[in-house]
Structures are given as structure tokens and as C-alpha cells.
Nanobody, 116 residues
Framework: DVELLESGGGSVQAGGSLKLSCATS?????MAWFRQVPGQEREGVAEIEGDKHATYGDFVKGRFSISKDNRNSFLYLQMDNLTAEDTAMYYC?????????????WGQGTQVTVSS
């Protein structure tokens, strides 16, 4: 089974940047980043199929970039121009088959806190 391990979260001032990383134990074709605030539903941040086809949540507005390093089995999320509304636990996710609607592999999460 594939294992996912996030890193790179932390505290940053509004307008700052963070780069999240997710190490995977196996190559996965379709992966994503989600985020969740306590008491709220989890929301999709970005998805990537292969290493080029990416989609983003409407709230991203060009501020984030998802990418994969397939050789070294890493997923990244570059986040720029962060706002307090981006404060959340961020999760790396994968699915065994791209045709699946739901992601079935999850990391433990990494906390992102943005202060205004």
C-alpha cells in the first residue's frame, strides 16, 4: 500500500509563502491536496494527473501551484500570497485508480497557520 507523509507546514505572515511536500512510498498517477478547518468540511485545494494536468479550487485564484517529482515520488504544493483564510490542516491524498471519484489514501496532515 502507498504511504503518504506531508511536511512543510508552519506559521507565516499574510502575503507570505510556504511549500508543502508529500513523500510517497510508491508512484501514484493521480494525487491531490485537500485542507480542513476544524468544524468545517474538507475541501479540495488542487489535483494533478500524471505530472502536468492540474486543477485548482476556485479560492486558489492563481496563488498555488501543484507539482510532482515522479522520479523521487514527491508531491508539492507551492502556496504564495497566503491569507488568514488559508489557515487549515493540509492533507496529501492519492487514489489507486484515476477513474475513482474518491481519494482513498491520506497522509496525516501538516498544519498551515497564516497570521494577518
Amino acid at each position: 500500500d502507498v504511504e503518504l507523509l506531508e511536511s512543510g507546514g508552519g506559521s507565516v505572515q499574510a502575503g507570505g509563502s510556504l511549500k508543502l511536500s508529500c513523500a510517497t512510498s510508491l508512484y501514484v498517477h493521480c494525487m491531490a491536496w485537500f485542507r480542513q478547518v476544524p468544524g468545517q468540511e474538507r475541501e479540495g485545494v488542487a489535483e494533478i494527473e500524471g505530472d502536468k494536468h492540474a486543477t485548482y479550487g476556485d479560492f486558489v485564484k492563481g496563488r498555488f501551484s501543484i507539482s510532482k517529482d515522479n522520479r523521487n515520488s514527491f508531491l508539492y504544493l507551492q502556496m504564495d500570497n497566503l491569507t488568514a483564510e488559508d489557515t487549515a490542516m493540509y492533507y496529501c491524498a492519492a487514489k489507486d485508480y484515476c477513474w475513482r471519484r474518491e481519494y482513498n489514501r491520506w497522509g496525516q496532515g501538516t498544519q498551515v497557520t497564516v497570521s494577518s
